[in-house]
């Protein structure tokens, strides 16, 4: 029972950091169509923290999956800079559900 319950613990925690991805992705995009230099440094500091929010919360998950079960994630880390001058890289889709085949 306990290993059910851990199980629909972890996918409330992958729902949330999806959903958390996609909120640092939206204001990135924002960040580069603004003109305004200080509504684009206000944009990236709310992306910078849903990426620490993110990051926070996949370390929960990690710490909470079994080790066999666990699969290498890709990180993704972005300088400001970075994230100003390319707009293909952030173009990733996530899936709207995360199934755990076995």
Wanted: contains cysteine.
């Amino acid at each position: 029972m306990q290993n059910k319950k851990n199980q629909s613990s972890v996918g409330l925690m992958i729902q949330r950091c999806h959903k958390w991805r996609q909120k640092r992705k939206q204001y990135m995009d924002q960040a580069r169509q603004t003109a305004d230099e200080i509504e684009r440094e206000r944009l990236m500091q709310a992306a910078e923290h849903y990426g620490r929010i993110v990051n926070a919360e996949q370390g929960k998950i990690d710490s909470t999956r079994d080790p066999k079960d666990k699969t290498p994630v890709i990180e993704e880390t972005t300088d400001i800079v970075d994230t100003m001058e390319t707009s293909d890289d952030d173009d990733v889709s996530f899936p709207d559900f995360i199934t755990n085949e076995k």
